[in-house]
Each structure stands twice: as C-alpha cells, then as structure tokens.
C-alpha cells in the first residue's frame, strides 16, 4: 500500500472473489470481531448498572452475535476497496503461483478471471 501512496503502479493479487483475502473474511479479524461482541455482552451482563437499568441480563443468539462480526467485516472490505480505487490500485482475483525461478517482487499472472 505504500507503493500505491508513492505513486506506483500497484496491482492486488487476490485468491476470492471478496477483498481482504483470509485474514479479513475467515481468519483474524471475524475471530477478533466475535470475541469482542460476547465480551461487551459479558461485560454488560455483569456490570450492575446495566442489569439494574435494564432488569434483567441481556440474552443474545449466536447468530445475533455474528451478525455483529459481519458488520465489522463488512467495513474492512469497503475499508479495502475504497483505497484500492482511491489509489488507482488493480485488485484481480487469480490463485497465484510462486516460483522460485522468479524474482521474488514479480509474480506471474496469467488469465486474471476477475477485477475486485
């Protein structure tokens, strides 16, 4: 990103057709969004000014939790691509393939099936 910032022609290799590859969609940050959605929860819970206030613990589903891990991961998505297109930055959905016999800053891609 900071090539892109500079000036330079950039291109984002990306294997799905979403923005933010693994970590973004099935990794860290969904993981990271869920644990902090059932701690506010917990937290909540166990606070007595909450309970009082409300008068009883809030009840939440898992899928009223994930929910919540969604929404995050939906904003480091848009996050993503409005930089991408701020910068001019091509975003194409290819399943890379590393050779040894390439330099290692240039990576071959043949047939892109899709701009993101």
């Known amino acids: ?3 892109a ?3 330079k022609s950039v291109a ?6 979403l923005v933010g590859g693994g970590c973004t969609h099935w990794g860290t940050i969904p993981s990271k969004a869920l644990r902090h959605s059932i701690n506010r929860v917990l937290e909540f819970n166990t606070s007595s ?8 613990a ?5 899928p009223d939790l994930l929910r919540s891990a969604e929404s995050v991961i939906a ?3 848009a996050m993503r691509r409005d930089f991408y297109e701020r910068t001019g930055s091509r ?9 040894m016999r390439t330099p290692s800053k240039c990576i071959p891609v043949s047939r892109p099936n899709r701009r993101c």
């Open 5 to 7: 910032k500079d000036g």
């Open 1 to 3: 990103m900071k090539a």
């Open 12 to 17: 984002v290799i990306e294997k799905y057709h």
């Open 58 to 62: 809030l009840k939440l589903s898992y």
């Open 75 to 77: 904003r480091q998505t």
């Open 91 to 99: 975003c194409i959905t290819v399943k890379p393939a590393f050779s």
């Open 49 to 56: 000014i909450f309970r009082n206030a409300l008068g009883h």
